[in-house]
């Protein structure tokens, strides 16, 4: 073979990159042309994605972000009420999504905020509870900034209870929480706030949260990632479907529960409520994303995606590289995107709809879940978002909901800009 | 297009059947040639196929065998010990497979039969347990004879519980058993009389049993085709595997298992039980199945396979239009075969290694399943056993084992020659 490979030796091939008139003339006269997808940045980009392309520290980071979000292997350790696992005071309420003032928060939003509001005693009457809002009496933080995760409208207030997860490849351990899943039906996630719906989170708070937390202190922690992996296999993708992980969870603490010591119409609506709430595993599987997204936080230089999250009003994103700071943009149609939460949390690390759609993504993403696979595929999930290749390629992430058969949010392509450009400035 | 439907204005096709050398020639030539696998019945079965193909009645005698099996709607209803639900005599024993005599039983059969015994309290040691079997104080009987089915050895005597499952479709409800599976570890399945087997099978009688009875009465009848389909839709096969439609059950059954009125320590035994036992479905699987293939029995003129067993000596099948009668072969290895029991009816309706294998079954089957699917196919799986293409084709029914990764039994082709030569002289 010559040195060039055996170039000359063979048949010539066309490859086509562009506009596509060329490949088609050639095409029209039988000769056989390789087209290659490609599209020049966007002109607006070009500048920060040499900043931060060339930035020496570049590619080590994004390496470094990635290795970290893979290496976690979180556990489900306990559930305790949000007051004493997060330090949440009476007066703070917690929300999905990037941060939000009461003023501009749309409908869904501020009926679980109202509701949060009654459960806590914090107001006697809806209108009251709006005027605690109003004036900022009740203050309002995002749930991110407490590594917490919650779905749709996110709200979480001291006295209700959450699924704790530590990141077992960190010590100390790295630690997330997410509520208890309300279950079907009227909930205060889809905005309601009904005599139902508090009465409900009264019951998870005084029967469910407490055996719960006495059969997990009998069963010890649980492996999250060997039951995804596992659900993962049995049809789950684990945000619109979470029915294999939820009964696989219900296999692992049923006798537990059982021996937690509670009156028997206790374990029975506690089996019930598990067995018939099929995306109860989704809180588990929402606070084991956060903990692994966030060992993969302040690497400076990562372009990698570590938060994706909309309020109801705004969808925002956080980097590695660029701290706490939120870069966020409109969530689309007030009452489509109420639907959205901090649940993408899912995505961000490359499940949820990233799963079916992974070799797509795979084009975005800096790395292959090691033990995350999708049948028929023999590939991992694509994870690790990266923002330079979503500027790049103009491939926005794709995120799905907890409602099975719903259109993926489409987040705002400006985010994902303004994060980029962001990121350049810090380039020394 | 002319009467002939544009043949003649088409490119002329070679179709090639037999011996391959003439369409080896062509293609040499670059003629394109279309291979049709075929080959004659064998010598030896002629006669009895030109019989049977030939009877009037044998097409649609056939097609009521399929309509009839694939019409069974099985519930899980009871949960009882055979003596009540079998009207099973004290001294009487079920096995595996077709009739076996005690002399000619392999190892792993005298051991489940000596550990019956000696559950019943029919012999107070094992040598005992055998002069009473060998002297037929003890009598032996085939599970199928009694409408029941069990896995491996398969022997159930009076005071072991049994799974009631009836068929919805039928007036009165037809009805089929199979005993509770013990679970891992030692077991009187594959031969173990030792005292924790005979242990568990006591406590099974004792806790397990009246608990299942009284949940599933709280409960009411659990849907198995409805299950079972979910089931397939999350991996398993249900044979090897049957994890996904065991949680699916404990999902179903958790609560009302709580409400049960047991003392918590035996509820949490039950749960443990039932969480840590994946083949736990596999006996409401198999009488469910076993309540299906009776349904297609007695069709003059038929046949459709009914039933595939074996008691570790012999195999046996049964066809629709032959009655009770079994045509049997050897079973093969000794230790090996001794694995097969009456599971080989979850293939014998088109489960088990069936669904995977459907494309290449349904080459010997009457029907696609309506309602059970094996992903990513979109075809039914592949359902009633068709003796006449089985022995046309030379295919054998593919048999699996409840032993993930365990090599398939390869049937003894003979008896389904004998059961068509059986069938064949019933035409009049």
Redesign the interface.
């Known amino acids: 073979m010559s040195r060039l490979g055996g170039l000359l030796g063979r048949e010539p091939v066309v490859v086509a990159v562009g506009a596509p008139a060329p490949a088609e003339a050639l095409e029209q006269r039988a000769v056989a042309v390789l087209r290659v997808r490609w599209r020049p940045p966007p002109a607006a980009a070009v500048e920060a994605l040499n900043a931060v392309l060339g930035d020496p520290r570049h590619a080590q980071a994004d390496a470094t972000a990635a290795e970290r979000l893979l290496a976690a292997r979180p556990h489900l350790v306990d559930v305790r009420p949000a007051g004493q696992a997060l330090g949440l005071e009476p007066d703070v309420l917690l929300h999905a999504g990037p941060p939000l003032e009461w003023e501009r928060a749309a409908g869904p939003m501020r009926g679980a905020l109202i509701g949060a509001v009654l459960l806590e005693g914090l107001a006697s009457s809806p209108e009251e509870a709006e005027r605690a809002l109003a004036c900022g009496a009740v203050r309002l933080e995002p749930c991110h900034r407490r590594a917490a995760v919650a779905p749709m409208a996110g709200v979480i207030s001291a006295s209700m209870w959450v699924l704790v997860v530590e990141d077992a490849a960190e010590r100390p351990p790295r630690r997330a929480c997410c509520p208890l899943l309300e279950g079907p039906g009227e909930a205060l996630r889809h905005g309601a706030y009904g005599p139902q719906v508090i009465g409900r989170l009264r019951w998870m708070g005084a029967v469910l949260g407490p055996v719960l937390r006495r059969a997990l202190r009998r069963h010890g922690p649980v492996d999250l990632v060997a039951l995804a992996a596992q659900a993962l296999?049995?049809?789950d993708e684990l945000h619109a479907r979470t029915r294999?992980a939820t009964?696989?969870l219900?296999?692992?603490l049923?006798?537990?529960?059982?021996?937690a010591?509670a009156p028997?119409?206790d374990?029975?609506?506690?089996?019930?409520f598990?067995?018939g709430n099929d995306h109860f595993f989704l809180g588990a599987a929402m606070a084991a994303a956060k903990v692994s997204a966030d060992a993969a936080r302040g690497v400076p230089g990562s372009g990698a995606v570590v938060a994706m999250a909309c309020n109801g009003t705004d969808f925002g994103v956080q980097l590695s590289g660029t701290g706490d700071r939120w870069f966020t943009g409109p969530a689309g149609p007030r009452e489509a995107a109420s639907g959205i939460g901090d649940s993408a949390i899912m995505e961000t690390v490359g499940l949820g709809a990233f799963a079916p759609a992974a070799r797509r993504m795979r084009q975005i993403t800096l790395a292959e879940h090691p033990v995350f696979r999708v049948?028929?595929s023999p590939a991992g999930t694509a994870t690790g978002i990266d923002v330079t290749r979503v500027v790049r390629t103009g491939i926005l992430p794709v995120i799905g909901t907890a409602r099975p058969g719903a259109a993926p949010f489409e987040p705002p392509p400006q985010v994902f800009a303004d994060a980029l450009r962001a990121l350049a400035r810090q380039v020394r």
């Open positions: 296999q049995m049809g294999a009964l696989l219900l296999g692992e049923a006798a537990d529960i059982a021996a010591g028997p119409p374990l029975a609506a506690v089996l019930r598990l067995s049948p028929p």
